[in-house]
């Protein structure tokens, strides 16, 4: 009957001894996880103030390209003069908000 109980003495203890290195691997594991999450989203952060200013960029083509298309609508006398305006204002402002709005998803 001894013999049975020093069996599972040694059942439990290896169970422990596997339960503690686990949590032990698990908990190394998450520091490691942990450092190389807040160095990724040092390193996104770091492009936000470039990626807006391409954004503006952009948003300054498509003033460029949306006044030449409206002053050649206009001299060609097309009717759609006003929703090729409303499309122009439309996507230069979508982009200028959405490089206002950039750094506010990484705060």
Do not use: H, W
Not at 20 to 25: L, Q
Not at 35 to 57: I, R
């Amino acid at each position: 009957m001894a013999r049975f109980s020093r069996s599972g003495f040694a059942r439990k203890g290896t169970l422990a001894l596997a339960a503690v290195t686990v949590a032990i691997g698990d908990a190394m594991a998450a520091s490691k996880g942990a450092a190389g999450f807040t160095k990724a989203t040092q390193e996104v952060s770091s492009y936000q103030t470039p990626v807006s200013n391409l954004m503006k960029a952009i948003a300054a083509v498509i003033v460029l390209v949306g006044a030449f298309n409206v002053y050649f609508k206009m001299q060609n006398g097309d009717q759609d003069v006003k929703k090729t305006i409303m499309l122009t204002i439309g996507g230069c402002i979508a982009f200028i908000a959405l490089s206002e709005a950039l750094p506010l998803f990484f705060k």
